[in-house]
Nanobody, 122 residues
Framework: QVQLVESGGGLVQAGDSLTLSCAVSGGYFDQYDMGWFRQAPGKEREYVALITSAGYENYEEALKGRFTISRDNAKNRVLLQMNNLTPGDTATYYC????????????????WGQGTQVTVSS
């Protein structure tokens, strides 16, 4: 049973940077494609980025250039570095293990963390 635990969220000001971490236990982390999603109050869960087991990165187009996903297979974790944050980035951020299908669809992920809150003040 794979378990995912996010950390690193918090309250920051617009323009700040923040790095989220997702610790993964159980199974074979280096074989997983891992993604990040976010969900703002009253909105649907939104795709942020994915990194494949081979290290290929994919991003939601609007976030490309500000967000960077990476993985550390030695520590079984996936990171999300977020730069130049805006109030529009305020959301709960989730990491998830990709199963199959389209990367941007949440239904195609079969394991989720509990989320970490990111709040960006103006």
């Amino acid at each position: 049973q794979v378990q995912l635990v996010e950390s690193g969220g918090g309250l920051v000001q617009a323009g700040d940077s923040l790095t989220l971490s997702c610790a993964v236990s159980g199974g074979y982390f280096d074989q997983y494609d891992m993604g990040w999603f976010r969900q703002a109050p009253g909105k649907e869960r939104e795709y942020v980025a994915l990194i494949t087991s081979a290290g290929y990165e994919n991003y939601e187009e609007a976030l490309k250039g500000r967000f960077t996903i990476s993985r550390d297979n030695a520590k079984n974790r996936v990171l999300l570095q977020m730069n130049n944050l805006t109030p529009g980035d305020t959301a709960t951020y989730y990491c998830a293990r990709f199963r199959m299908g389209l990367w941007a669809r949440a239904v195609n992920y079969d394991a989720w963390g509990q989320g970490t809150q990111v709040t960006v003040s103006s």
